[in-house]
């Protein structure tokens, strides 16, 4: 069964205090790694996609890694914009449809 | 840009009512999905679609039903509310093949009283 566990489930930074979430995932050969950013009571927006280990992506100051069995989130000098819910997604491999496991986010709280 | 947009924000509803729940998105998108998104249990999904008339459950299709008679237009059904129902609900929608992404709509919180 395919499993995604973030951590933590919680952080707290002060502006300009980097930090990186985990994402661990267990799954049967891995299609894509999606991350998403979830602003309180509104749908989850898409961020990055990555599909193989070794793969970064960036923008503005968000920075997404993956090895074989996780992801991180790198945040570089974060703002209190960037306060939101960050959710990790896997794809896998024999996905006929493109369906996707979510993990349960990590709410990030960003203080000036 | 893409665009998928629900019919409610928000909705309140009594127990046992029909309740319907509408999508559409404008990217000619073949793969469309309903989520449920509870505190501690994250996005679960429900049914999705990958073609007109086309449907297949998810995790947690009981007391829910789906409808696609167009391409670009995805709906939930809640045949008979209750109050276990009450959640915000995410669509989704993705294209086939290539990157897959899936892009979400703002959401609609239902409260089942």
């Known amino acids: 069964e395919d499993q995604v566990t973030q951590s933590p489930e919680a952080l707290r930074l002060q502006e300009g205090e980097s930090s990186s979430l985990n994402c661990s995932y267990t799954v049967s050969g891995l299609r894509g790694l999606f991350w998403y950013r979830q602003d309180p009571g509104k749908g989850p927006e898409f961020l990055f996609t990555l599909y193989s280990a070794g793969e970064e992506k960036e923008k503005e100051r968000l920075k997404a890694t993956l090895t074989k069995k996780e992801s991180f989130l790198h945040i570089t000098a974060p703002k209190p914009e960037d306060s939101a819910t960050y959710l990790c997604?896997?794809?896998?491999?024999?996905?006929?449809?493109?369906?996707?496991?979510f993990g349960k986010g990590t709410m990030l709280l960003v203080s000036p | 840009d893409v665009k998928v947009t629900q019919s409610s924000r928000y909705l309140v509803k009594r127990t046992g009512e029909k309740v319907f729940l509408e999508c559409v998105q404008d990217m000619d998108h073949e793969n469309m999905f309903w989520y449920r998104q509870d505190p501690g249990l994250g996005l679960r999904l429900i049914y999705f679609?990958?073609?007109?008339?086309?449907?297949e459950k998810g995790d947690i299709p009981e007391g829910y039903s789906v409808s696609r008679e167009k391409k670009e237009r995805f709906s939930l059904i809640l045949e008979s509310a209750s109050t276990n129902q009450t959640s915000m609900y995410l669509c989704?929608?993705?294209?086939?093949?290539?990157?897959?992404?899936?892009?979400f709509g703002p959401g609609t919180r239902l409260l089942v009283l």
């Open positions: 679609s990958y073609d007109v008339k086309m449907k």
């Open positions: 997604a896997v794809q896998p491999q024999n996905s006929g449809y493109s369906t996707l496991t």
């Open positions: 989704a929608s993705s294209s086939r093949g290539g990157s897959e992404t899936q892009y």
